[in-house]
T-cell receptor, first 111, second 114 residues
Framework: GNSVTQMEGPVTLSEEAFLTINCTYT??????LFWYVQYPGEGLQLLLK?????DKGSNKGFEATYRKETTSFHLEKGSVQVSDSAVYFCALSARSYIPTFGRGTSLIVHP | EAGVTQFPSHSVIEKGQTVTLRCDPISGHDNLYWYRRVMGKEIKFLLH????????ESGMPNNRFLAERTGGTYSTLKVQPAELEDSGVYFC????????????FGPGTRLTVL
């Protein structure tokens, strides 16, 4: 079946540090890949997505590239801010529209 | 435009009691979904409504869970009787007709069963 594995957290960084959150997946066919973010007290928000191999999703300074050869969709940001502190979920959507989520990675950014 | 809202935000009940969670989707969204995240684990799909009809309830864990969507508007998820393993965060999401990979999520209800 489909599955998503993402790095365990929490990830703790200082402001302006470089961020990488690893995500790998297992799926049949050619899934779409997503990153969702959940800020404290809020619902999940779609951060970015990519629908085919080599596509790069980007939003709010975050980027992730769909790597079919390594079945990965790592999330990166060049300079994190305190306001980026949140839980980040990697997900895929295959033939079904129902996303398969990873366990979430908590990011804590200190001033 | 108001987002997806859920009530209550937190609920603490004892094993064997009944709890009802409510979700109000974005106005006009035909699709409504329920998900659950048990502590530290993946967010798991529970079920999907299209208007008032259950389209897919393959993720419902057992018959202690009952979901309804009266009139195709808000939805309720009842757990009766609650067990310890039902603790977690229950998310609701909605999407427009036909646009199902862009779902808008609510803040979740944190359920604790003691």
């Amino acid at each position: 079946g489909n599955s998503v594995t993402q790095m365990e957290g929490p990830v703790t960084l200082s402001e302006e540090a470089f961020l990488t959150i690893n995500c790998t997946y297992t799926a049949t066919g050619y899934p779409s890949l997503f990153w969702y973010v959940q800020y404290p007290g809020e619902g999940l928000q779609l951060l970015l997505k990519a629908t085919k191999a080599d596509d790069k999703g980007s939003n709010k300074g975050f980027e992730a590239t769909y790597r079919k050869e390594t079945t990965s969709f790592h999330l990166e940001k060049g300079s994190v801010q305190v306001s980026d502190s949140a839980v980040y979920f990697c997900a895929l959507s295959a033939r079904s529209y129902i996303p398969t989520f990873g366990r979430g990675t908590s990011l804590i950014v200190h001033p | 435009e108001a987002g997806v809202t859920q009530f209550p935000s937190h609920s603490v009940i004892e094993k064997g009691q009944t709890v009802t969670l409510r979700c109000d989707p974005i106005s006009g969204h035909d699709n409504l979904y329920w998900y659950r995240r048990v502590m530290g684990k993946e967010i798991k799909f529970l079920l999907h409504f299209v208007k008032e009809s259950k389209q897919d309830e393959s993720g419902m864990p057992n018959n202690r869970f009952l979901a309804e969507r009266t009139g195709g508007t808000y939805s309720t998820l009842k757990v009766q009787p609650a067990e310890l393993e039902d603790s977690g965060v229950y998310f609701c999401a909605s999407s427009q007709e036909g646009i199902t990979d862009t779902q808008y999520f609510g803040p979740g209800t944190r359920l604790t069963v003691l």
